[in-house]
């Protein structure tokens, strides 16, 4: 029976995604990992420790005793973060990897690992309309450069030393249960929020900015699909793309409007709408579909019912009218 470490549980990722192995695997079988305390389910629903990926004798150690067998390592500092402090989130996001891939060649019982890259790969080189699967490759922001980097040292240690690790260019993700923290696309969570508890918005990209989204539970179920095919389909050992929906925030807030009427946004850019105009509108994911069978459920009418639904429950207000 696998035994399977998440380092980075807390997180938006994490969080959903620990969820669903633990129904898989059976919750004594999943073992939740971060830096910082996850929420109640997470850490009452199996095996839940502080650790930290950058703490590699910490790691090495956890991943022998425990006896893991595959590896879901989420923790990264995202796009707008990264910005604020390049060289401390270069730092977390690369030599995280570069311990994680390093147990796997050293732990013989560790069979696969899976490690996230992003649309932010790509750059304003990049064609940016159904970005192919192999294309330009000149990302302008310091989480690019490192998302980049790090495909180039899976299919290194892939090739070098025939490391299963598998990896998927996440679209922006969409999600009730945890918030996402400093990304680009967070605005596509936080419209949603902010709609339910105050009936506005303040949007940080303009109304037009479209980007490749894509709904959580859509994007748990691609990535256990991903881990869960046979190796010898796969064929692109970087990190595979990954489309969903290319929506603008004027979209989001025309979709919202339907349920919450009188839901008003205003348009703030910043620093971020920089960032999104270098990442690709939308994202050709038919490699993906072709190796292991990727395709999506929700569209942007049924997550925005069950973004408000949720939120709603959750922040206990009655938003639906
Ligand atoms: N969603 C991420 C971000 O905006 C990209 O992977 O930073």
């Known amino acids: 029976m696998d035994r399977i470490l998440i380092i980075g549980a807390a997180g938006q990722i994490g969080s959903e995604?620990?969820?669903?192995l633990r129904k898989i695997y059976g919750n004594d079988h999943v073992f939740a990992t971060d830096i910082k305390e996850a929420s109640r389910d997470i850490m009452d629903g199996g095996?839940?420790?502080?650790?930290?990926?950058?703490?590699?004798?910490?790691?090495?150690?956890?991943i022998i005793r425990h006896k893991i067998t595959q590896i879901y390592h989420l923790a990264a500092v995202l796009s707008g973060n990264a910005e604020k402090l390049p060289l401390q989130a270069w730092h977390i996001n690369m030599d995280g990897l570069m311990n994680i891939l390093e147990v796997a060649k050293m732990v013989d019982e560790v069979k696969k690992v899976f490690w996230p890259s992003s649309i932010a790969v790509f750059g304003p080189t990049?064609?940016?309309?159904?970005?192919?699967?192999?294309?330009?490759?000149?990302?302008?922001?310091?989480y690019g450069v490192s998302k980049l980097a790090g495909e180039r040292w899976c299919e290194y240690y892939h090739?070098?030393?025939?490391i299963d690790v598998r990896s998927i260019r996440y679209p922006g993700?969409?999600?009730?249960?945890?918030?996402?923290?400093?990304?680009?696309?967070?605005?596509?969570?936080e419209i949603y929020y902010e709609a339910v508890r105050n009936g506005k918005y303040t949007s940080f990209l303009s109304a037009d900015t479209a980007l490749p989204l894509l709904f959580m539970p859509d994007a748990i179920k691609a990535t256990i699909d991903l881990m869960e095919t046979d190796r010898a389909k796969l064929t692109v050992h970087s990190a595979y793309n990954m489309g969903g929906m290319s929506i603008t925030?004027?979209?989001i807030h025309k979709a919202i409007c339907k349920h919450i009427p009188g839901f008003q946004i205003d348009y703030v850019p910043d620093f971020r709408q920089v960032i999104a105009e270098t990442w690709p509108q939308s994202i050709d994911d038919s490699v993906s579909a072709r190796d292991w069978g990727y395709s999506y459920r929700y569209?942007?009418?049924?997550?925005?019912?069950?973004?408000?639904?949720?939120i709603s429950k959750k922040l206990n207000i009655s938003a639906l009218g």
């Open 249 to 251: 925030p004027a979209q």
């Open 126 to 142: 990049t064609p940016r309309l159904n970005t192919p699967q192999l294309t330009i490759m000149e990302p302008t922001t310091v």
């Open 173 to 189: 993700l969409i999600s009730y249960k945890t918030e996402a923290g400093g990304g680009t696309t967070d605005y596509a969570v």
């Open 159 to 162: 090739k070098r030393y025939n």
């Open 17 to 20: 995604l620990t969820v669903e």
């Open 299 to 310: 569209d942007l009418e049924s997550i925005t019912e069950i973004m408000i639904e949720e």
């Open 47 to 62: 095996p839940f420790q502080l650790l930290d990926v950058m703490d590699d004798k910490r790691l090495i150690h956890f």
